[in-house]
C-alpha cells in the first residue's frame, strides 16, 4: 500500500513539474507575438507562392522562414546578400562537379561522402547562421538528387528548382523583415540585457524596503532566468559588431545571467521581511547599482565602476548578497577601456564587413572532429536507404544536416527533443491531418489556415528557451516534409509514413554517433572543456610578443576560447538531464563551474585590452623597465591559469602562485618613474584588476 501510494506521488509530481515547465516556457513575454508574426507571415507567403506556382521543395524555403527570422531584422538584412551568394555556390557546385563524376559509379559514391564531409565542415566553420542552413539544405537535397536514373538535364531542372525555392524564402523572409525593421542597431543586445537588470533591480528594491516580493516581479525574474541568455549570445555571436564589443558585451550578458539565476532564487527564498536595517541597506545599494548600469546601458556609456563596503556583520542572505555584490561589481570591468560604446556600436548605415568563417576554422580540430561524426552519421542513412531500396526515406540525409545546426553541444535533452518533435510532427500532426482534414480541403485557403496554425505553434515554442525551442523546429520540419515537398496537399500516407521514418532514421544515427560512439558525459565534457579553456587563457597571458604578426595566432585562441565559453553552458545544460550515481557530484560541479564562468570572462576582455600595451601600439608605449616588469607579471600569470587547470585536473602543482609577488614588483616599476604617463596609470588599473581576478578565481579553484 504504502508503494503504490509513493508511486501515486511522484506520478503526481511528475505532472505537476511538467505542468508548471509548459506553463512558464509557453507564457507570452514581451516581443514573443512580434517574432511569431514574422515567422508565420514568412513561411505563409513562401508556401502560398511555391503552391500557386506549382514550385517543388517548397519545404525549404518555409523552414528559412522559421530559421532565420528569429535573429534581429536588421542582421537578417545584412545575412540576405551573403545567403544569396552561398545559395548560388552551392547549386554551381552540385552542378558542376556532379558533371565529373555522374558516369563512374565508384567516384560518384567519393564524392558524395566528401560533399557531406564538406557541408558539416561548412556548419561547424561558418558564422552566419543563415548561410550556414543554407548550404547544408543545398548538399543534403541537391547531391542526392544525382543519384536518380533519369537524365542529366532533369537532374539540373531539379537542382535549379532547389536554388529557386532557397531565393523565394530567403528574399520573402528579408522582405517581411524590412517591414519590421523598427529597432535601432545594438537595441537587440542592449534593450534585452537592460530588461534583466530591470527585472533583477525590482527584486533588489522589494528587498531593501523589507517588503514582500510582489507576483509581477516574480513572475518576471522567472521568466527571464528560464528564458536564459542563449538568444542573446547566438544574436551578438552572429552580428558585424567589433570583437571587441562581442567580447565585452559577452562578459556583461554572462554576468547579467548569473545575476537573473541569483535574483529569481532571492524571489523564492525570501517570502517574509526580515527587519534587519544593515541588509536593508545593502539591497538598497545594489539596487541603486544595477539601475545605474542599466541605464549607462541603454544611454550607450560606459558603466562607472562600482565599489562595495565589505562588511562583517551576520545576514539571512549574506552569502546571496555578496554574490550579487561580486557579479555587479565585475559588469564595469567587463569594459576594461575607456572608450565609449557608440564607438563599437554602429548607428549608421555603415556597418564592419563581415567574416564569414570563424577565425580558428583552420586550426580548431573540433572542426574536422564534428565533420566527420556527421559526415559518418550522414553516409550511413545514405548507403541505408540504398543497401534496401528505399529512396522514400531520404530525407534522413536532409534531417541529418538540419539537426547538425543544433548539434554543436548538443546533449540528450536535444536528442529528447527531436525524436518528441518529428512524432508529434510527423505522426500525430503530418499524418493525422492527412487522415481527418486533407480529404476535406480542395482549395489553397483551406490548406493555409491548417498551414497557419501548424506554424504558429511550431513558432511560438521555438521562442521558448532553448529547454524546449528545438521541440517547435522538429515539428515543423516533420510536417514540412510530409505537405510541402511537392506543389500539391499530400494525401498519400505511405509517402508520409516514409518520410517520417527517414526523419527518425536521420535522428537515431545522429544520436549514436554523437552521443554514443563518440559521446560522452555532459559533465566531463563540460568539465574538459572548461579545463581547455583555462590552458588557452594560460596562452594567451603569454602572447602575442611584438612583431609577431599583429597578433594573429592570440586572435585565434580568443575566438576558439569564446567558443568555448558557448559550449561551456549548453553543456551545463545537458548536465541536469543525465542520471547516474554521480548525478549529484556532476550537478555541484556544474554550480561551481557556472559560477566560475563570469570572472573568467572578465579576465580574458581585461587581457585583450592589455594586448596593445604588450604590442608597444602608439601611444601605448610602456617605459623599458615597465615592459620587462609586465612581462615578469604575464608569465606568473599564465602559470597561475595553468596551476589553476592542474587542479582541476588532479594533478599537483610545485610551481609557488607569485602573482602578488609579481604585480608589486610591476608597480614598483611604474613608481620609480619620474613621471607616471597616463598610458602606465590605466595599463596598471587594468593590470591590477586582472590580478584581482585571477587571486579570486585562484582561491575558489
Avoid at 555 to 564: D, G, L, V
Avoid at 585 to 598: F, G, H, P, T, Y
Amino acid at each position: 500500500m504504502a508503494s503504490s501510494a509513493q508511486t501515486l506521488f511522484a506520478r503526481s509530481s511528475a505532472l505537476s513539474w511538467l505542468w508548471e515547465f509548459l506553463r512558464n516556457e509557453l507564457s507570452p513575454y514581451p516581443g514573443r507575438a512580434g517574432i511569431v508574426s514574422r515567422m508565420v507571415l514568412a513561411a505563409t507567403v513562401v508556401m502560398i507562392i511555391c503552391m500557386t506556382f506549382r514550385i517543388p521543395y517548397a519545404f525549404q524555403g518555409a523552414i528559412y522562414a522559421l530559421l532565420i527570422s528569429r535573429d534581429s531584422p536588421r542582421s537578417t538584412l545584412r545575412s540576405g546578400g551573403t545567403v544569396l551568394l552561398v545559395t548560388v555556390i552551392g547549386a554551381t557546385y552540385v552542378v558542376v562537379s556532379a558533371w565529373f563524376v555522374v558516369s563512374l559509379p565508384t567516384l560518384h559514391f567519393v564524392w558524395i561522402i566528401g560533399s557531406f564531409f564538406l557541408a558539416f565542415y561548412v556548419i561547424s566553420t561558418m558564422t552566419n547562421y543563415a548561410a550556414t542552413s543554407t548550404f547544408a539544405i543545398m548538399i543534403s537535397v541537391g547531391v542526392p538528387l544525382w543519384d536518380r536514373h533519369v537524365s542529366a538535364a532533369s537532374n539540373v531542372e531539379d537542382t535549379l528548382w532547389l536554388t529557386l525555392v532557397t531565393l523565394i524564402g530567403v528574399v520573402i523572409t528579408a522582405a517581411v523583415e524590412l517591414g519590421f525593421a523598427t529597432l535601432k542597431p545594438g537595441d537587440d543586445i542592449v534593450l534585452p540585457t537592460a530588461d534583466r537588470l530591470a527585472a533583477v533591480e525590482d527584486v533588489l528594491n522589494a528587498c531593501a524596503q523589507d517588503q514582500p516580493l510582489t507576483d509581477v516581479t516574480k513572475k518576471a525574474v522567472i521568466r527571464f532566468e528560464l528564458l536564459g541568455t542563449s538568444r542573446l549570445r547566438r544574436i551578438l555571436w552572429r552580428s558585424n559588431y567589433s570583437s571587441q564589443y562581442k567580447s565585452q558585451m559577452g562578459g556583461v550578458v554572462a554576468l547579467v545571467g548569473r545575476l537573473v539565476n541569483i535574483g529569481a532564487v532571492l524571489s523564492q527564498i525570501r517570502v517574509a521581511p526580515t527587519g534587519n536595517t544593515d541588509e536593508e541597506e545593502r539591497f538598497r545599494t545594489l539596487a541603486q547599482a544595477v539601475g545605474a548600469i542599466r541605464t549607462d546601458l541603454i544611454k550607450r556609456r560606459i558603466p562607472q565602476p562600482i565599489q562595495f563596503h565589505a562588511t562583517e556583520k551576520t545576514s539571512q542572505h549574506r552569502p546571496l548578497l555578496e554574490q550579487i555584490e561580486h557579479l555587479v561589481g565585475l559588469i564595469p570591468q567587463a569594459f576594461a577601456d575607456s572608450r565609449s560604446m557608440d564607438e563599437y556600436v554602429p548607428f549608421s548605415d555603415d556597418t564592419p564587413r563581415t567574416r564569414l568563417f570563424s577565425p580558428d576554422a583552420l586550426v580548431n580540430p573540433d572542426h574536422v572532429k564534428f565533420a566527420v561524426k556527421g559526415c559518418l552519421a550522414a553516409s550511413a542513412c545514405y548507403v541505408i536507404y540504398n543497401a534496401i531500396a528505399w529512396p522514400g526515406i531520404s530525407t534522413a540525409v536532409t534531417t541529418c544536416l538540419l539537426t547538425a545546426l543544433s548539434t554543436i553541444g548538443s546533449s540528450r535533452q536535444k536528442q529528447v527533443l527531436r525524436f518528441a518533435g518529428a512524432i508529434v510532427g510527423g505522426f500525430v500532426i503530418g499524418m493525422g491531418s492527412q487522415i481527418f482534414i486533407l480529404p476535406y480541403l480542395d482549395s489553397i485557403a483551406g490548406f493555409t489556415v491548417l498551414f497557419i496554425l501548424v506554424t504558429a505553434a511550431a513558432a511560438w515554442i521555438m521562442t521558448s528557451s532553448p529547454r524546449l525551442s528545438y521541440f517547435g523546429l522538429q515539428v515543423a520540419l516533420a510536417f514540412y516534409l510530409i505537405n510541402l515537398q511537392e506543389f500539391a496537399m499530400q494525401t498519400s500516407l505511405s509517402i508520409a509514413r516514409d518520410r517520417v521514418v527517414g526523419i527518425l532514421l536521420g535522428l537515431f544515427l545522429m544520436w549514436l554517433v554523437f552521443d554514443q560512439l563518440w559521446g560522452t558525459p555532459a559533465a566531463i565534457e563540460m568539465k574538459k572543456t572548461f579545463i581547455a579553456n583555462l590552458r588557452l587563457l594560460a596562452q594567451l597571458a603569454r602572447e602575442p610578443l611584438p612583431g609577431r604578426e599583429q597578433g594573429w595566432r592570440s586572435h585565434s585562441i580568443r575566438e576558439t576560447i569564446n567558443a568555448n565559453f558557448d559550449k561551456v553552458r549548453s553543456l551545463s545544460d545537458g548536465v541536469v538531464f543525465e542520471l547516474g550515481p554521480s548525478r549529484q557530484e556532476d550537478l555541484a560541479l556544474r554550480d561551481r563551474i557556472r559560477s566560475w564562468q563570469a570572472p573568467l570572462h572578465t579576465f580574458l576582455v581585461t587581457r585583450l585590452a592589455l594586448v596593445k600595451y604588450r604590442l608597444q601600439f602608439p601611444g601605448f608605449e610602456l617605459p623599458e623597465a615597465v615592459r620587462g616588469a609586465q612581462q615578469k607579471f604575464d608569465d606568473h600569470l599564465a602559470n597561475a591559469v595553468d596551476d589553476m587547470a592542474d587542479r582541476m585536473e588532479g594533478k599537483a602543482s610545485a610551481r609557488r602562485n607569485e602573482v602578488e609577488d609579481a604585480f608589486r614588483e610591476l608597480e614598483s616599476s611604474t613608481i620609480s618613474q619620474k613621471v607616471l604617463l597616463p598610458q602606465v596609470q590605466t595599463f596598471l588599473a587594468l593590470s591590477r584588476n586582472l590580478k584581482n581576478v585571477a587571486l579570486s578565481l585562484d582561491r575558489e579553484i
